[in-house]
C-alpha cells in the first residue's frame, strides 16, 4: 500500500501558484519524498525530490516539514500544460521500487 | 536522464492469445520495472526485472501470466500471457539506478483484449 495520503483533486487558476500538500506520518528516517506527474496519456515525469532540506528546480519547489511527516509540491506558475495526475511517493532511493498512491487530480483552470 | 522506448505502442489481440512488449534504455540500468495501468486507475506494479536472475513479482502477479526477461542491462520484455478482456491495460516500464536520482518511465502500451 501507498504510504501517502493526498487529496484526491484540487483546482488552481492559471498563473497563479499551485500548492500541492501530502502526508506521510510513517515516513523512515532514510525515506526520500518524490513527486511524479501523468499527463493524460502519458508515462509518469519525475519532477523532484527531498529528503528534510526544501529543495527547489526548474519545475517545482518542494517543502518539508520539519518532523516530515507532511510535505508540499509548489508550482509557482500554473500553466494549462500542467493539468496532470500528480504523485507523492516515498521510498529509500532511485533503486527502490514506486509504489503508486492515487494521487491528486489538479486542474488548472483558465 | 534517459529515453526508454516501448513496442508495440498499442494493440489489439484476441482472448486466448499472448503478447509481449518490449522496453529499451539509452542507456545501462541497474533496474527495471513493469507497471500495469486500468483505465482512470493509478499505477500497479507488476514484478522487478533483474538482469541474470528471474524477476520478482508484487503479490497478485505470478510468472506463469507475466514472464518477464531481462538479458541485458538496457532492455527488458514482459509477456502477457492467455488473455482476457481483463488484461485490457496500459502496461509501461521504467528505469533506474543509474545515478540519476529518478526513475524514468516510458510512454507505455495500451493493450486491448477482444
Known amino acids: 500500500d501507498a504510504k501517502t495520503t493526498q487529496p484526491p483533486s484540487m483546482d488552481c487558476a492559471e498563473g497563479r501558484a499551485a500548492n500541492l500538500p501530502c502526508n506521510h506520518s510513517?515516513?523512515?528516517?532514510?525515506?526520500?519524498v518524490y513527486w511524479y506527474r501523468q499527463i493524460h496519456s502519458q508515462g509518469p515525469q519525475y519532477i523532484i525530490h527531498?529528503?528534510?532540506n526544501n529543495e527547489t528546480n526548474e519545475m517545482a519547489s518542494l517543502i518539508i516539514t520539519e518532523d516530515r511527516k507532511s510535505s508540499t509540491l509548489i508550482l509557482p506558475h500554473a500553466t494549462l500544460r500542467d493539468t496532470a495526475v500528480y504523485y507523492c511517493?516515498?521510498?529509500?532511493?532511485?533503486?527502490?521500487?514506486?509504489?503508486f498512491g492515487k494521487g491528486t487530480r489538479l486542474h488548472i483552470l483558465p | 536522464s534517459a529515453v526508454i522506448s516501448q513496442k508495440p505502442s498499442r494493440d489489439i489481440c484476441q482472448r486466448g492469445t499472448s503478447l509481449t512488449i518490449q522496453c529499451q534504455v539509452d542507456?545501462?540500468?541497474?533496474?527495471m520495472f513493469w507497471y500495469r495501468q486500468q483505465p482512470g486507475q493509478s499505477l500497479t506494479l507488476i514484478a522487478t526485472?533483474?538482469?541474470?536472475?528471474?524477476?520478482?513479482?508484487e503479490s497478485g502477479f505470478v510468472i506463469d501470466k507475466f514472464p518477464i526477461s531481462r538479458p541485458n542491462l538496457t532492455f527488458s520484455t514482459l509477456t502477457v500471457s492467455n488473455m482476457s478482456p481483463e488484461d485490457s491495460s496500459i502496461y509501461l516500464c521504467?528505469?533506474?539506478?543509474?545515478?540519476?536520482?529518478?526513475?524514468?518511465f516510458g510512454p507505455g502500451t495500451r493493450l486491448t483484449v477482444t
Open positions: 521504467s528505469a533506474g539506478g543509474a545515478g540519476w536520482g529518478e526513475q524514468y
Open positions: 510513517t515516513i523512515s528516517g532514510n525515506e526520500y
Open positions: 527531498g529528503l528534510k
Open positions: 511517493i516515498v521510498r529509500v532511493g532511485e533503486d527502490d521500487k514506486i509504489i
Open positions: 542507456s545501462q540500468v541497474t533496474m
Open positions: 526485472a533483474n538482469q541474470g536472475s528471474e524477476a520478482t513479482y
